[in-house]
Every structure is written in structure tokens, then in C-alpha cells.
């Protein structure tokens, strides 16, 4: 017999140094799909901009923005790099983060968390530590707007966000159930 599965799309936004993370997070929704999936009827589906989206015409970001659609969870993660410009927003991740905090203010979803890596590095020239101090100023002015999160390296970082998505992934759930209720 068929079963009523509720799907929540988790769409990652990230500057390319934390590619570490970004994979991490595949091993982290096989693991909650395997476990609490079947027993809650949900299963995640991970976004990102390299799996669901395909060469179109257009400005880059918008092409990627569309593509992307709607998603239930936002997971930004930022380390030492912000990123290049679109046209629209100094980075992708920003312009990203900005469609999502402009739903979520409307509509109260999606779910956003923002994640910076605490690890050490070596930034050996003035354009990396511009990219860090445009890091350090998009992490300070989201301090006034939400409860942000460090971790200590790539490798912690599962163990970091896998809580925080479970929780997140849960809510989900019950929303669902609310609404067919209604």
C-alpha cells in the first residue's frame, strides 16, 4: 500500500571553500532519510545549484535562483570566502540568503540557518582579506537579525548542523500535518 511521504527541500548556499561542508550535508540527510525518514514518513531532498540545475541563458544567479524554485530550509555556510558579485548582490550566497529572508518576512518560511566556520587559515594576500572581512561584516550584520551558528572545522560540522536540521526537517512535518487538517 502507498505511503504518504512529506517532502522537505534543504537548499544550500555557500561560497566554494566550504566544499567540505556542502558534501558532509549528502552523508547527513542519507543518514536521517534512513533512520527517521520511514518512521515519520519524510524524506529530505538536498539542493544544490550543482545537482538541480541545468546551462540556460540568462544572468547567472537568476538562472540558478529559478532553477532552485521553492525549498523549506535554508542552510547558509560561510568561512573565509563571500564570494564574487552578480549584478544584483556582492556574492551569490548574499543574493541566496537576501530571496530567503525576503520569504521568510513575508511568509514565515523558509526555516533559515547560517552556519560560519571557527577553523584556522592562512590568508596570504589583500584579496583574501578583503573576501574575510566582507565574511566578518555579512556575519556581524546577521547577528541583529538571528541566531547564527559556529562550528570549529569541516569535520565538525556535521555533528553541528545534524540536530539543527532534524529539528528543522520535524517542524516541516508538522506543518504538513496541520495543513492537511485543514
Known amino acids: 500500500m502507498p505511503q504518504r511521504v512529506t517532502k522537505v527541500r534543504v537548499f544550500i548556499?555557500?561560497?566554494?571553500?566550504?566544499q567540505k561542508e556542502r558534501d558532509s550535508l549528502d552523508n547527513v540527510v542519507r543518514e536521517?532519510?534512513?533512520t527517521y525518514g520511514p518512521t515519520f514518513g519524510l524524506v529530505i531532498e538536498l539542493v544544490r545549484w550543482e545537482t538541480h540545475c541545468r546551462p540556460a541563458m540568462g544572468r547567472p544567479q537568476a538562472v540558478i535562483?529559478?532553477?532552485?524554485?521553492?525549498?523549506d530550509v535554508f542552510v547558509g555556510i560561510m568561512w573565509n570566502r563571500f564570494g564574487g558579485p552578480?549584478?544584483?548582490?556582492e556574492s551569490g550566497t548574499a543574493e541566496e540568503f537576501g530571496l530567503a529572508l525576503e520569504r521568510w518576512r513575508r511568509d514565515k518560511r523558509p526555516h533559515i540557518s547560517f552556519y560560519f566556520s571557527q577553523a584556522k587559515s592562512s590568508l596570504n594576500s589583500p584579496a583574501e582579506l578583503e573576501q574575510r572581512r566582507k565574511v566578518l561584516e555579512f556575519k556581524d550584520n546577521l547577528k541583529d537579525k538571528a541566531i547564527i551558528w559556529d562550528y570549529s572545522d569541516?569535520?565538525?560540522f556535521p555533528d553541528t548542523v545534524r540536530p539543527h536540521l532534524s529539528r528543522s526537517w520535524l517542524k516541516c512535518l508538522f506543518r504538513s500535518l496541520l495543513n492537511l487538517r485543514e
Open 32 to 34: 536521517l532519510n534512513g
Open 154 to 156: 569541516s569535520g565538525a
Open 13 to 18: 548556499a555557500s561560497p566554494c571553500d566550504v
Open 65 to 71: 535562483n529559478e532553477q532552485i524554485g521553492e525549498y
Open 86 to 89: 552578480t549584478g544584483e548582490a
